[in-house]
């Protein structure tokens, strides 16, 4: 890990109407970190994503990739620059095969088949692509060796399925090919929205030891999820959002102990008497119950929610 | 100068009156319009049909019964109320939302039947329509009032305070609004959708009669042509309002109603419809939520996503493809001219069908403006060659200019998804054609282009039958597996991903715009050279040669061979432009073939003969 973090947002704000969704919140990671997110439903984390990854528009702040500023980009320029992210329900493209979803994912590393040329680039791509000049067919079977190889890491959930459309997939599959592609892009950040969502135990433990080994190539990864016990063995940092704002930041360990973070996910103490109805908070209570089952290595997931917005 | 001169000797006040009495019309047009999208979330293309059913019911009442006025309306009301509900039973409930284009596409079915079935029972030619009103005129300042322009706005003003007591004082009215807000929650609570569906489309088809009768009674005559520039001010009012919002759908009636009259005082008559479709086209750019909408509210996006059929398309063996390329390279040896002249026809039209089904099919942008390909290319390659630019030079010339002018033009349509799309390049196609209507100077105007120059390539003569088929077929070939080798490239898949799923392919860097521009560039080329070849075998083309009925008929094609399908798009064009030729009985009632084809395609197989590609 270097000492400039590779990513750095400052100062993020983004208003619906009179709701802000997103409050003044401030994240950074570093090359090689794994950061994850976590909060209750509604706090704003697919919001911070969305700006982040120039699917939405901010209405304050400033995000730097590199020290370059690259506040409101478009998603496409984004994705040029080497920002990957998934869905947090999936957008796979249906018609699709697994393999031209994931060829999708190499389009911005396509240098032979496109064209920067100005004025006259359309014409050109459309001509190469006509022609097929040996360049661009090489180019072609070289991307296509790697969405491959891509493809074998999910083992044998994707390899015997690669010339199906992806409409025809089981959901935990089309997350998985949303993976793949996003890993196609080569990308110098990863962005993975809620990836576990509606997967069951074992689909969710497979998920989490691919997730582990792009961890280990030393891969920069932002992760949100509600399955806590991922996020508690993957990262090196968590943040914690609630309504916007980021309520506590550190080591795993350390946010998942914050009394904020629990208060957050249990109820509010100022909305509707989140408070149970017995006197002493720390025995028998809902928070009191909730650490101790943080705390326990059960070994099913503990799920806060499922799936936010 | 003239401008300026008109600007200050116009009488405002006039103007004013006739624009809020034509604009009244709009609204009662744009009610039904508003209505039907709020709860079905569809525009309805047979609504200028409704009110051209509604003014020949009024004709049928008022001159050939005699009945008293206030009789026809209600007869008049009362009968489109009918064919409205009877369009959601018959064209929109069997559907069953399958996907979200098809309901659109089938309305544009069920407006060419009734359409043509008025053409069929009152002739084609525009009647007279009186009622015996009288004559006197009020002087309202430097304009004057007379009881037509009263009984109109009574009209309006009456079935908008009824629609208003039916929507906040019946059950069933609040049934519709809870509708229009969400569908499935109002489902769930027990709202029967169908009957409301049934209830909406049938006010909206009373409400479009009454606008027919009214229009009839305004100009004292009736028009069986009219139903298409009728639905378009609806559908412009609506834009204006804000499409699902009923009092923003009357002032925008009225709005519109407004700047066509000042227009047509600062500028002439025949610059009428243009006004629409500018204004159209600004709102879509600029307010595509309506003039009254809030800022900053978050309106969700109608219409996004797939619309094709999530299916894979029928193979076709390699040797059934030889095969029948040789059968048609050796039709002229039949010696049939009829039937090869025919199948050069088809073979043209089959042409357009491909530019159409990249566009539409491919990259997913529901065109009803592609005829404006083909008159580019037409015009640009016929005015070259009338000024002795050789005929092959003018058909590539043709292609370029209906590529990048097409593009250019259809831009700004690219951030529009779904429905606007439609209307977009709806109004782009209908512009092209008004810019070409009026620009004499360059176009020749309405007198259009003629002694083009037949068929030749840099010498030799292409005009025989059999020339001409097989140049046609060997352009159809060529360009057939030009498309076929760009579906295979990245193009394709790239294409593909912008259709599926718009945000996801800016996700992986796909910039959608530009590759929206490669295949409308490609596209238009293809069309252009269509459009073109289609000149020069005529010798003689006009500003209403390549029109909206033109457009929708290639788009039937589209779909019928499976949208995107390359193959398909030929069957489809073979199919619709060859047969009924063969069937001479049906040949006269060709529109109704076109209307059926359309509905029962899209009822029993939307994903086309072969399948979407």
Same mark, same amino acid.
């Given at each position: 890990?270097?000492?400039?973090?590779?990513?750095?947002?400052?100062?993020?704000?983004?208003?619906?109407?009179?709701?802000?969704?997103?409050?003044?919140?401030?994240?950074?990671?570093?090359?090689?970190?794994?950061?994850?997110?976590?909060?209750?439903?509604?706090?704003?984390k697919t919001t911070l994503f969305n700006l982040i990854s120039g699917q939405d528009r901010m209405n304050g702040g400033t995000v730097t990739l590199d020290g370059r500023d690259i506040t409101n980009m478009r998603p496409h320029k984004m994705a040029e620059i080497g920002v990957a992210r998934t869905f947090q329900h999936g957008r796979v493209f249906g018609n699709l095969t697994v393999m031209d979803n994931v060829l999708v994912g190499c389009h911005t590393r396509m240098k032979a088949a496109r064209s920067s040329v100005p004025v006259v680039a359309p014409v050109l791509e459309i001509l190469?692509?006509?022609? /097929? +000049? %040996? $360049?661009?067919?090489?180019? #072609?079977?070289?991307?296509?060796?790697? =969405? @491959?190889?891509?493809?074998?890491?999910?083992?044998?959930?994707?390899?015997?399925?690669?010339?199906?459309?992806?409409?025809?997939?089981?959901?935990?599959?089309?997350?998985?090919?949303?993976?793949?592609?996003?890993?196609?892009?080569?990308?110098?950040?990863?962005?993975?929205?809620?990836?576990?969502?509606?997967?069951?135990?074992?689909?969710?433990?497979?998920?989490?030891?691919?997730?582990?080994?792009?961890?280990?190539?030393?891969?920069?990864?932002?992760?949100?999820?509600?399955?806590?016990?991922?996020?508690?063995?993957?990262?090196?940092?968590?943040?914690?959002?609630?309504?916007?704002?980021?309520?506590?930041?550190?080591?795993?360990?350390?946010?998942?102990?914050?009394?904020?973070?629990?208060?957050?996910?249990?109820?509010?103490?100022?909305?509707?008497?989140? /408070? +149970? %109805? $017995?006197?002493?908070?720390? #025995?028998?209570?809902?928070?009191?119950? =909730? @650490?101790?089952?943080?705390?326990?290595?059960?070994?099913?997931?503990?799920?806060?929610?499922?799936?936010?917005? | 100068?003239?401008?300026?001169?008109?600007?200050?000797?116009?009488?405002?006040?006039?103007?004013?009156?006739?624009?809020?009495?034509?604009?009244?019309?709009?609204?009662?047009?744009?009610?039904?319009?508003a209505l039907i999208f709020g709860v079905a979330n569809l525009i309805n293309f047979a609504h200028g049909a409704v009110f051209t059913v509604g003014s020949y019911i009024g004709w049928t009442c008022l001159v050939a019964l005699h009945l008293p006025l206030g009789v026809s309306i209600v007869l008049v009301a009362l009968g489109t109320g009918i064919v409205g509900a009877l369009i959601e039973w018959l064209a929109i409930r069997p559907l069953n939302r399958q996907s979200r284009i098809a309901p659109l596409l089938s309305t544009i079915g069920v407006g060419l039947i009734l359409d043509q079935?008025?053409?069929?029972?009152?002739?084609?030619?525009?009647?007279?329509?009186?009622?015996?009103?009288?004559?006197?005129?009020?002087?309202?300042?430097?304009?004057?009032?007379?009881?037509?322009?009263?009984?109109?706005?009574?009209?309006?003003?009456?079935?908008?305070?009824?629609?208003?007591?039916?929507?906040?004082?019946?059950?069933?009215?609040?049934?519709?609004?809870?509708?229009?807000?969400?569908?499935?929650?109002?489902?769930?609570?027990?709202?029967?959708?169908?009957?409301?569906?049934?209830?909406?489309?049938?006010?909206?088809?009373?409400?479009?009669?009454?606008?027919?009768?009214?229009?009839?009674?305004?100009?004292?005559?009736?028009?069986?042509?009219?139903?298409?520039?009728?639905?378009?001010?609806?559908?412009?009012?609506?834009?204006?309002?804000?499409?699902?919002?009923?009092?923003?759908?009357?002032?925008?009636?009225?709005?519109?109603?407004?700047?066509?009259?000042?227009?047509?005082?600062?500028?002439?008559?025949?610059?009428?419809?243009?006004?629409?479709?500018?204004?159209?086209?600004?709102?879509?750019?600029?307010?595509?939520?309506?003039?009254?909408?809030?800022?900053g509210e978050r309106h969700a996006e109608p219409m996004t996503g797939t619309f094709v059929s999530q299916s894979k398309p029928v193979r076709i063996p390699k040797q059934l493809i030889l095969a029948l390329v040789v059968v048609a390279l050796l039709l002229p040896m039949a010696n049939q001219p009829y039937i090869t002249q025919i199948m050069t026809n088809a073979y043209l039209y089959g042409l357009a069908a491909l530019a159409l089904t990249l566009v539409s099919g491919t990259v997913g942008l529901v065109s009803i403006g592609h005829a404006a390909l083909l008159a580019l290319g037409a015009?640009?390659?016929?005015?070259?060659?009338?000024?002795?630019?050789?005929?092959?030079?003018?058909?590539?010339?043709?292609?370029?200019?209906?590529?990048?002018?097409?593009?250019?033009?259809?831009?700004?349509?690219?951030?529009?998804?779904?429905?606007?799309?439609?209307?977009?390049?709806?109004?782009?196609?209908?512009?092209?054609?008004?810019?070409?209507?009026?620009?004499?100077?360059?176009?020749?105007?309405?007198?259009?282009?003629?002694?083009?120059?037949?068929?030749?390539?840099?010498?030799?003569?292409?005009?025989?039958?059999?020339?001409?088929?097989?140049?046609?077929?060997?352009?159809?070939?060529?360009?057939?597996?030009?498309?076929?080798?760009?579906?295979?490239?990245?193009?394709?898949?790239?294409?593909?991903?912008?259709?599926?799923?718009?945000?996801?392919?800016?996700?992986?860097?796909?910039?959608?715009?530009?590759?929206?521009?490669?295949?409308?560039?490609?596209?238009?080329?293809?069309?252009?050279?269509?459009?073109?070849?289609?000149?020069?075998?005529?010798?003689?083309?006009?500003?209403?040669?390549?029109?909206?009925?033109?457009?929708?008929?290639?788009?039937?094609?589209?779909?019928?061979?499976?949208?995107?399908?390359?193959?398909?798009?030929?069957?489809?064009?073979?199919?619709?432009?060859?047969?009924?030729?063969?069937?001479?009985?049906?040949?006269?009632?060709?529109?109704?073939?076109?209307?059926?084809?359309?509905?029962?395609?899209?009822?029993?197989?939307?994903?086309?003969?072969?399948?979407?590609?």
């Amino acid at each position: 890990m270097s000492d400039q973090p590779i990513l750095t947002a400052t100062g993020i704000t983004r208003r619906f109407g009179g709701i802000t969704a997103v409050d003044q919140v401030n994240l950074h990671v570093h090359e090689g970190e794994f950061l994850s997110v976590i909060g209750p439903n509604g706090a704003g984390k697919t919001t911070l994503f969305n700006l982040i990854s120039g699917q939405d528009r901010m209405n304050g702040g400033t995000v730097t990739l590199d020290g370059r500023d690259i506040t409101n980009m478009r998603p496409h320029k984004m994705a040029e620059i080497g920002v990957a992210r998934t869905f947090q329900h999936g957008r796979v493209f249906g018609n699709l095969t697994v393999m031209d979803n994931v060829l999708v994912g190499c389009h911005t590393r396509m240098k032979a088949a496109r064209s920067s040329v100005p004025v006259v680039a359309p014409v050109l791509e459309i001509l190469k692509a006509l022609i /097929r +000049p %040996a $360049s661009v067919r090489a180019e #072609e079977e070289a991307m296509r060796a790697e =969405a @491959r190889e891509i493809i074998a890491t999910f083992g044998e959930r994707l390899t015997p399925r690669i010339d199906n459309p992806t409409y025809s997939l089981s959901y935990a599959n089309r997350r998985r090919v949303e993976i793949a592609r996003a890993l196609a892009l080569h990308p110098r950040i990863l962005i993975l929205d809620e990836p576990t969502a509606g997967m069951n135990e074992s689909e969710t433990a497979e998920m989490q030891e691919i997730i582990a080994g792009l961890k280990a190539e030393g891969r920069t990864i932002l992760l949100i999820e509600h399955k806590l016990n991922m996020v508690m063995q993957l990262s090196d940092r968590v943040m914690a959002m609630d309504n916007g704002r980021v309520i506590s930041e550190g080591k795993p360990y350390e946010v998942r102990n914050d009394p904020k973070v629990i208060e957050a996910y249990l109820g509010h103490s100022t909305i509707g008497g989140g /408070r +149970p %109805a $017995s006197g002493d908070p720390d #025995e028998g209570s809902a928070v009191g119950v =909730a @650490r101790t089952r943080c705390d326990a290595p059960v070994a099913g997931q503990f799920t806060l929610a499922g799936g936010s917005q | 100068m003239e401008f300026i001169s008109n600007l200050v000797s116009m009488p405002w006040l006039d103007y004013s009156i006739s624009g809020l009495v034509i604009g009244s019309i709009y609204a009662l047009m744009a009610i039904g319009l508003a209505l039907i999208f709020g709860v079905a979330n569809l525009i309805n293309f047979a609504h200028g049909a409704v009110f051209t059913v509604g003014s020949y019911i009024g004709w049928t009442c008022l001159v050939a019964l005699h009945l008293p006025l206030g009789v026809s309306i209600v007869l008049v009301a009362l009968g489109t109320g009918i064919v409205g509900a009877l369009i959601e039973w018959l064209a929109i409930r069997p559907l069953n939302r399958q996907s979200r284009i098809a309901p659109l596409l089938s309305t544009i079915g069920v407006g060419l039947i009734l359409d043509q079935v008025i053409h069929i029972v009152f002739s084609p030619t525009p009647r007279a329509l009186s009622a015996n009103i009288p004559n006197w005129r009020i002087q309202v300042g430097n304009g004057t009032i007379g009881p037509i322009d009263i009984t109109i706005a009574l009209t309006a003003i009456l079935s908008a305070g009824l629609l208003y007591l039916f929507l906040y004082k019946t059950k069933l009215g609040m049934a519709v609004r809870a509708t229009a807000q969400d569908d499935d929650a109002a489902k769930q609570m027990g709202v029967n959708i169908n009957r409301v569906n049934m209830t909406v489309f049938g006010i909206a088809g009373a409400l479009g009669g009454i606008a027919g009768l009214l229009v009839g009674l305004y100009f004292n005559s009736i028009d069986p042509n009219a139903s298409f520039q009728m639905m378009l001010k609806g559908m412009v009012a609506i834009v204006i309002g804000g499409m699902a919002n009923v009092p923003g759908a009357i002032g925008g009636g009225l709005i519109l109603g407004l700047i066509e009259s000042y227009g047509i005082g600062l500028f002439g008559a025949s610059y009428r419809n243009l006004f629409a479709f500018a204004v159209l086209l600004i709102m879509l750019l600029f307010r595509p939520n309506g003039l009254f909408a809030r800022k900053g509210e978050r309106h969700a996006e109608p219409m996004t996503g797939t619309f094709v059929s999530q299916s894979k398309p029928v193979r076709i063996p390699k040797q059934l493809i030889l095969a029948l390329v040789v059968v048609a390279l050796l039709l002229p040896m039949a010696n049939q001219p009829y039937i090869t002249q025919i199948m050069t026809n088809a073979y043209l039209y089959g042409l357009a069908a491909l530019a159409l089904t990249l566009v539409s099919g491919t990259v997913g942008l529901v065109s009803i403006g592609h005829a404006a390909l083909l008159a580019l290319g037409a015009y640009a390659s016929a005015l070259a060659t009338t000024k002795g630019l050789p005929v092959g030079l003018g058909l590539i010339f043709g292609g370029l200019f209906a590529g990048i002018v097409g593009t250019v033009l259809a831009y700004p349509a690219f951030r529009l998804r779904g429905h606007y799309v439609a209307i977009g390049t709806l109004a782009l196609g209908e512009i092209v054609a008004l810019v070409i209507l009026n620009w004499t100077p360059v176009t020749n105007g309405a007198l259009g282009v003629f002694a083009i120059p037949p068929l030749e390539l840099f010498g030799v003569p292409l005009y025989g039958t059999n020339q001409s088929y097989w140049f046609v077929l060997g352009l159809l070939l060529v360009f057939c597996g030009l498309q076929v080798r760009l579906l295979n490239s990245h193009l394709g898949r790239t294409w593909r991903a912008i259709r599926e799923d718009t945000v996801a392919a800016e996700t992986y860097g796909i910039s959608s715009n530009y590759y929206k521009g490669l295949a409308f560039g490609f596209a238009g080329f293809t069309a252009g050279i269509a459009g073109a070849v289609t000149a020069h075998q005529w010798s003689f083309i006009n500003y209403d040669s390549f029109n909206l009925q033109f457009s929708v008929l290639i788009l039937t094609m589209v779909l019928l061979g499976g949208m995107g399908n390359v193959s398909g798009a030929v069957l489809g064009a073979i199919v619709i432009a060859a047969l009924p030729e063969f069937f001479r009985a049906v040949a006269e009632y060709r529109m109704l073939f076109y209307g059926a084809a359309l509905i029962i395609l899209i009822r029993f197989r939307p994903q086309g003969l072969l399948g979407s590609g």
